[in-house]
């Protein structure tokens, strides 16, 4: 391409760079796809390793952390879902059929768990009698009543999403590595910004 371009093209028109030809998400969307994506990934982290802790106050008080940042990660996809809305992302990359469809399922999927993950463990503080103030600051109101078997429950079911999301990021990532190393298409570019 570049050794095709005519000698004498105009210094304010260069040809661009191959990766500045991709589509891609808006910087707004990619800024709140990586955050979110670190903040998910750690604290999923955290999760699985506080839960088998002994008793202690250190162990409260990852409990706490693991809380606000879940709390962060209901607030921060809120954000993500309602830009979401309001934004179309760039038109599928070529790939075949059931490709294009089965990443719109995990998208989807996991825009689900980015609300009912955090939602269930905040849930399951409140059916605990543990409400959670918000880094120390901002107490939030328990919407379930204090109920040691809903408690359980609840528990169960923080812990089965959270572990189906963990399933759903690890295929997602699998499926761009995929794309980005086998297929070469450079479909990782579209979440990243565009090089000058
Ligand atoms: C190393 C980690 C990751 C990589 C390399 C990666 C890569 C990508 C890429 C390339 C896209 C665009 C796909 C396309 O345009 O067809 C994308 C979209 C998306 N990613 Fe990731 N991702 C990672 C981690 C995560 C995590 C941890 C989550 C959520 C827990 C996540 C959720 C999503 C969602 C929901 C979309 C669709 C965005 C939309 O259309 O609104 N990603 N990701």
Redesign the pocket.
Known sequence: MTASAPASAPESTPEPAPSAAVPR?SPV?MAL?WL??LL??ATFAFGVYMADLPFSPSRIKLYSWHKWAGVTILLLSTLRLLW?LGHR??A??PMPAWQARA?HAT?LL??VLFFAVPLAGWAYSSAAGFPIVWFGVLQLPDFVPVDKTLADTLKEAHKLLAFA?AGL?LM??AA??KHQLLDRDG??L??MPARR
């Open positions: 998400y969307a796809h979110l994506a998910i990934i979401r992302p760039p599928d990359a990443a998208h996991l825009y999301m990021v997602h990532i761009a590595l479909l990782l579209r979440m």
